[in-house]
């Protein structure tokens, strides 16, 4: 074969070679989502049972109290979440940025990263028994004299959420450090040389130069812990189950209970459908406010 | 009986010589009965049929099309039943006694575990597919129930008010006798249709530590007050009194309120249970007296509308509501947090001086305890089993007819796929669950397992390490209503309720107003799902206005 056959340009092959990939996608991705979001439309327990009731599923959504509740619970661990999880990591790259020793950065780079490498599950775990009853926390609660403020931290409604968001604190580590560290790298030295020139200190230098130059970062970070929390479910799962008094609900949770364990599979799939529709528009609205930014 | 799937399938594909069979009646040469003999029809048997029919090249094609038929038919029906459990203890027992059910019926078994953890799904997904085994031992009703109204399950009323053919001491016997009344009562679903056969039943007692008890000069109590007395003097001492978990997965608390429930229903089961036999009277003092009655939705219905049934105007509920809000303040403050299989392990450190469980933990205690002994022996200490207590007139001034019924739960049971395609080998399921639960095999079965769940079968004696837990007395047993609701919707909202009501977020008065609505809505959608099934007659006489949601 001669090296301009090769360089030709050959449609089947390209459709050869592809058509497993798209077939493996459409089998697995776009007919789940697409019978999901037929299942919306019926009442169907997914064993025997499956009745057309046309729009029932998503006005019965919109009047249960079950699924309000889950969305207030969705928009605290929203405005806990996407904070923490934004400024921790752009601090804990700040610091190693600042540092002057570079086996030091590396150093602290691997500490910061490593967890990562810990299942979320194991993480989960660990932070369950450091809110027991007789866990770490309530015993230096009780050593230090603030006993009374010993509680069991998953078992009451007014701590479960912030419990909860709380796992991972100090929230410096992981690949968000690591997007923010890129960032960092790639701001021009001569900018830094420059403002430094002109009088600016370490403080003026992060907020009038450094932050604005990650600004895409702090978007796509920002946007990726929204989803996160809109997602959330492994954590709650086992720490919770949505509880106490469904004080820790979310709709992901909701979602999984109503089709698992009350068999209605078409409601969570209406639920589906809406948390879909919500992640959509907050994805194109945060992108559209960074446009507007930029 | 033919088989109208089996019509659906092979119908068409026939369709060339099926008026010629039908004509014939050379030996087994019209297709009913070729049919009647699926999946055991053999290579002689077709080739008489296929010879019987007029053209030459119809023969073969007809021939040809049956032989493949058969042969994967016949392929499949070769397979040994497949028996699963999610009890892997009861294996062993049901192992050493599958050879002889082979003996006696031809049909192989085999016998595997799904683990306990991941047993929900796995028979979900095996459901959906349609390809459930032939028989499952299963935990509580709710997953029974669940498949038996989607129409997977066999219904078992039938075969348990008939003989149970292995069970050559009782041949005149309804099957249903061999159990405990109270568990066939239990497996009973809302519209009184039994999805599963009992196999064990679960004894349920306060374990508590003997070393405290002796050091605070406790005995154990016999009545409510003693039990509040004894977990006041406990936490008086800077101790935990009672470790529990109030979690979906986790029924401890749901069993204390079964049994208040059903002890102070009890005087409205006459007025509850319309649909039975002439002249029947509820005597609490006899057990026997409920033998074979039900409960159906229809007279649920009449009930709750009566309030007989509603927890916003029957004051047994309101009732058990309070007694359990009184013993939350005893429990471990991290019962909202804690989950179920963390409860017996906080009790074997000495974390908390009781826990209410059942003879499943009889062995694993010991064996935690033997764990902790190995690093600190200092921290083992001896403790014992007391059964739940009675009520007295100082606990309620409710009417009471007879006492407590103790040890009043279901655990494992019996659930057997439909197999509409082949009514042979789902005779053969039905027949391996006669076998396991016949007297004579089950105690065969018990005697080769570690497990001290009490049998369901009255004639199987429990082993002696389950003996604190066997019942002592018991009352005429039935469900009249379902504290945790009618459906799993219900069921969630109950839960939610529960752990507020128990946390002391709501009284009782908030509780039983909204167990009502939720307990109303649950009755009023399974009315709704079972319209075509229900009596008509019956509803339009005791419910003319209808049941409102």
Known sequence: MSRSNNNEYQPWRAAGFLLPAVAFFGVFVVLPALSALALAFF?????A????VGADNFRELASDPLFWKSIRNLLWFAVLTVPVQTLGPLLGAKLLCSLRSPRAAYWYRTLLVFPVLVPGVVTILVWQELYGATGPINLLLDAVGLGEHARAWLGDPATVVPAIVAIGLPFTGGVFLLIYLAGFLSIPASLIEAARLDGAGPLRLFLSVELPMLRTQIGVIALLSLLGVLQNFDNIQILTNGGPMNASLTPALYLFRSGFEFGQLGYASALGVVLLAVCAVLTVLVRWAGRRQA | MRDRKTDAKIGPRLSLGFRAAQTSNDGLTDLPQLRENFPYADLGQIMTFCSSTASKRRRWRLGGLILLWLAGAQAWAAEPLRLVSIHEDLLPGMRAVAREFTERTGWEVEIQAVPYSAHELWIRTQMLSRKGPDVMLVESTDLPWRYGHSGLLVQWDEPLANSNPFDEANRDRPWRDSFYDELVQQARDVAGAIWCVPYTQYGVGF?????????????????WEGLIANFRAVRASGRAALVTAVKPNDHQTLWMADMLLELLLRPAAEQVNLLTRPGWRFDPLDPACARGEVITLEERLVAFDRGLIDPARAPAFRETARLMRTLAQEFRPDFLSLDGEEVPRVFARGQAVHFLNGTWYLRPLTAMQRGIEAIAPERVFPWAVFPFPELSAETTSLP???????????????????????????????DLVRFLTAPRVAETSFGRTAVHDLPAMREVPPKPGAEPLVPKVRYAFLVLAQFRGYDARSEGEFWTLWQSLLGGMIDEDQFVQRLSASHRAALFRLSQEKASQMDRAFLARHLPKGFAP
């Open chain 1, 49 to 52: 049972m499956r009745e057309w």
């Open chain 2, 400 to 430: 009471r007819l007879g006492g407590i019924n103790q040890n009043s739960g279901l655990r494992a049971c019996f659930i057997a796929s439909k197999q509409d395609s082949s009514p042979e080998r789902q005779r053969a399921a039905i």
């Open chain 1, 43 to 47: 009442r169907a327990d997914g064993l």
């Open chain 2, 207 to 223: 374990f508590y530590n003997e070393e405290v008890y002796d050091e605070l000069g406790l005995a154990p109590p016999e009545t």
